[in-house]
Structure formats: C-alpha cells, structure tokens
C-alpha cells in the first residue's frame, strides 16, 4: 500500500483553513509505549484539546495533513480531529495474503436476508462474533485477505472486523446516463474549515429579514432565493473567505458566509438528515423523506406509495454517512458525498443507492441525487 505522503494532493479550498488535505488513506495506531494511547485532539498541534485516546492497533481513515506533515486528519465520533503522524503507519497485506486489497463493493445479497446484510465479524471465520452488518451497495476497505482468499479484513471506524470475500465485487464503472456520485479525494471545505457538503443554519438574522442567495458570490449579484433566519442550507463549497456555495432545491448560488453555522435541520437520532428529497432516472422516480419520518415513493408509470422509514443505519465503517435505510418497499443506501444527475451541471449534496418497485413491479436498482425540501 502507498503511504499516505506519496500521494499528497493539495487542495485549493483550504483558504479559510492552515491544513494542506492529502487523499484519504487507511492507516494504523503504532509506536506507542506499553500500555500508552495515542491522544486525538481538537486542532493540528498539541497545545489543542484532548478529546479523547486511541488504542494501538486502531485503524484510522486520514483525511490529510498539515502543512508541517506531522498532524494527520481524520473523523473522531463524528468531528472532525487530528493525532500525531509519527504514531501512525501503513496498513501492509502480510507476504502470504492473497492479491485484492483496496476498494471493493459489497453486492449479491439477496432482498430478506436473514442476517440483514453482509455480516462483519471479528475474526475470519463465521464462528467468531458478530460486531456489524453492511448492506448492499456499500464500499469498504480490504486490508489484507486470508491466504484461500475467503475472508477479508475490512477497515471500521476505530478497528477491523473479517467479511466473506464472496459478497465482494470490483466497483464497477460508472454509468453516464445514470446520476452519479462525484469522486472527492481532495474533500471542498466549508467557511468554518470543516468538510463539506454539509447542512448549515441562517444565523445572524433578524426574524424579519431574509438572508439573500445571489447569483454570483458578491453583494451586487441578483438574489435568485431568499433563506428564513434558522433556515437549513446545504453548503457544498466556498468561493471565496466570505462567500459560500450552497444548494437550494435545484438552485445552485451563493450565501454571505457570516451568516451560517454548521448544523442544523431534522436529523435522526443516529444523525441521518431528514427532510429530503431524491430523484433519479431511467426510469423517473422520486423519494421524499419528510421530518416525521413518512416517506412517499413514486415512479414514472407506477403509484404512489406512502410508508413510514423504519430503518436509518449508520454505517459500521465510519460511525456516520452512508446510512442504510429501510422503508418498505424501498431500501438504499444515502451517502453525504457530491452527485450529478447526469442530466445539467446543478450539484447536489447526497447520493443514493436505491432499490425499489419499478412500475411493473420488479425490484429495480438506481442511482440518485439528494437534496433538501
């Protein structure tokens, strides 16, 4: 495996931010004294905030680096966080493990399962314990194989578990008339320095006064929507310091960055955001989750179809985005990642893997974009 330093791709959006992000690579804690855990702080440096330890031996997905190279980037229950580069090394196959590390996509598990997906377990072999399920569609990481080659070891959010190689499939390429996510090694930043796409707040504004969503990041620009005070947005990036990009609906344009702050909307106790909508094609179909839960599905030539989501699962590898959902008769997976629809240049702030009823009533398996109500 490369290390991550061999790959180092500087990202043009970290203007508001002293770090320089590098590809997001797969490494390990290591190095510490017996008994010593490594400290995960709030800022690259070691004068930040202690805000929690990890074991040796724990895998970490690293974000980036700072512009020094010695404070690594990652995700720690949800927040972004740093740990010391010396501490952590390369995630290495042993000599006898079989080829086919990497990305992989889970697949061929079939609509009821009884386990629910493709189970993680911790160690290879069904007879070790249960720790976590993925579902179709889901991209892991493989560390290293057994020498037969039937059992994968997988990056988690804070350790590795072991899944059977035979649900395992090479991502395949994608399709242009489908909408499709949009590949993020260098990750855009938000006006707070943090990763986005990312739902904020309007904050800052008078209760009778709207914030102004403009054409063109500067004051002088034509408003093309106007946001509420506590309205949520979806930020995707910045264009400069002070203006960030969001999406409105199917409006891209630009907000005065002063007035947002991360967080916001109705999300699911595990942190799902609700109040969506997705769309997809070939055919047209639409989903809309709402804040109560109800869910309404349609598709070009089928009835609409009212139901209730009954499952919002983070995911065992990151704790967080992609979630598995469930609401009868439709499954999917909803990741927080950028997604074109295939069809115009807007962008839009989640994907989804879904499956659900055509309108013959054939499960059918279709790629889409999410954006707010």
């Known amino acids: 495996m490369n290390g991550c330093?061999?790959?180092?791709?500087?990202?043009?959006?970290?203007?508001?931010?002293?770090?320089?992000?590098?590809c997001a690579d797969i490494m390990k804690v290591g190095g510490l004294r017996d008994g010593d855990t490594l400290n995960v702080r709030a800022g690259a440096g070691a004068h930040f905030t202690d805000i929690g330890d990890l074991k040796s031996g724990t895998i970490v997905d690293v974000k980036g680096v700072d512009s020094t190279?010695?404070?690594?980037?990652?995700?720690?229950?949800?927040?972004?966080?740093?740990?010391?580069?010396?501490?952590?090394?390369?995630?290495?196959p042993p000599a006898n493990s079989?080829?086919?590390?990497?990305?992989?996509?889970v697949s061929g598990i079939k609509p009821g399962d009884p386990d629910g997906g493709l189970v993680i377990r911790a160690g290879a072999g069904s007879d070790f314990m249960v720790i976590g399920v993925l579902a179709n569609g889901e991209?892991?990481?493989?560390?290293?194989?057994?020498?037969?080659?039937?059992?994968?070891?997988?990056?988690?959010?804070?350790?590795?578990?072991?899944?059977?190689?035979?649900?395992?499939s090479a991502i395949p390429s994608n399709d242009p008339a489908q909408p499709q996510p949009m590949p993020a090694e260098n990750p855009m930043l938000?006006?707070?320095?943090?990763?986005?796409?990312?739902?904020?707040?309007?904050?800052?504004?008078?209760?009778?006064?709207?914030?102004?969503?403009?054409?063109?990041?500067?004051?002088?620009?034509?408003?093309?929507?106007?946001?509420?005070?506590?309205?949520?947005?979806?930020?995707?990036?910045?264009?400069?310091?002070?203006?960030?990009?969001?999406?409105?609906?199917?409006?891209?344009?630009?907000?005065?960055?002063?007035?947002?702050?991360?967080?916001?909307?109705?999300?699911?106790?595990?942190?799902?955001?609700?109040?969506?909508?997705?769309?997809?094609?070939?055919?047209?179909?639409?989903?809309?989750?709402?804040?109560?839960?109800?869910?309404?599905?349609?598709?070009?030539?089928?009835?609409?179809?009212?139901?209730?989501?009954?499952?919002?699962?983070?995911?065992?590898?990151?704790g967080g985005y992609p979630y598995t959902i469930a609401a009868q008769p439709v499954s999917g997976i909803i990741d927080q990642r950028m997604c074109s629809d295939g069809m115009s240049e807007i962008e839009y702030p989640w994907s989804i893997l879904l499956n659900a009823p055509n309108a013959t009533g054939n499960t059918m398996t279709a790629h889409g974009c999410c954006t707010l109500r």
């Open 190 to 318: 938000g006006p707070d320095g943090l990763p986005v796409p990312a739902v904020y707040s309007v904050t800052n504004v008078a209760a009778d006064d709207a914030l102004w969503v403009r054409a063109e990041p500067n004051a002088n620009s034509t408003p093309v929507n106007a946001l509420a005070p506590n309205a949520p947005v979806s930020v995707i990036g910045i264009a400069t310091p002070a203006w960030a990009k969001v999406t409105v609906g199917q409006t891209v344009g630009y907000v005065n960055a002063r007035y947002l702050t991360r967080g916001g909307g109705v999300t699911t106790s595990s942190g799902l955001q609700m109040n969506l909508i997705c769309r997809g094609t070939e055919p047209f179909w639409t989903l809309e989750i709402a804040p109560d839960r109800s869910v309404i599905y349609t598709v070009m030539g089928g009835d609409e179809q009212r139901t209730l989501l009954h499952q919002a699962s983070p995911s065992a590898r990151t």
């Open 69 to 92: 190279g010695n404070w690594g980037q990652i995700l720690y229950r949800g927040q972004v966080a740093y740990v010391a580069m010396r501490y952590l090394e390369d995630v290495m």
């Open 98 to 105: 079989s080829i086919g590390t990497g990305k992989f996509l």
């Open 5 to 22: 330093f061999s790959r180092l791709c500087i990202s043009m959006a970290a203007v508001s931010m002293s770090t320089s992000l590098a």
């Open 139 to 168: 991209t892991i990481h493989v560390i290293e194989r057994t020498p037969d080659g039937k059992w994968a070891m997988i990056a988690l959010a804070t350790q590795v578990g072991w899944v059977s190689t035979a649900y395992l």
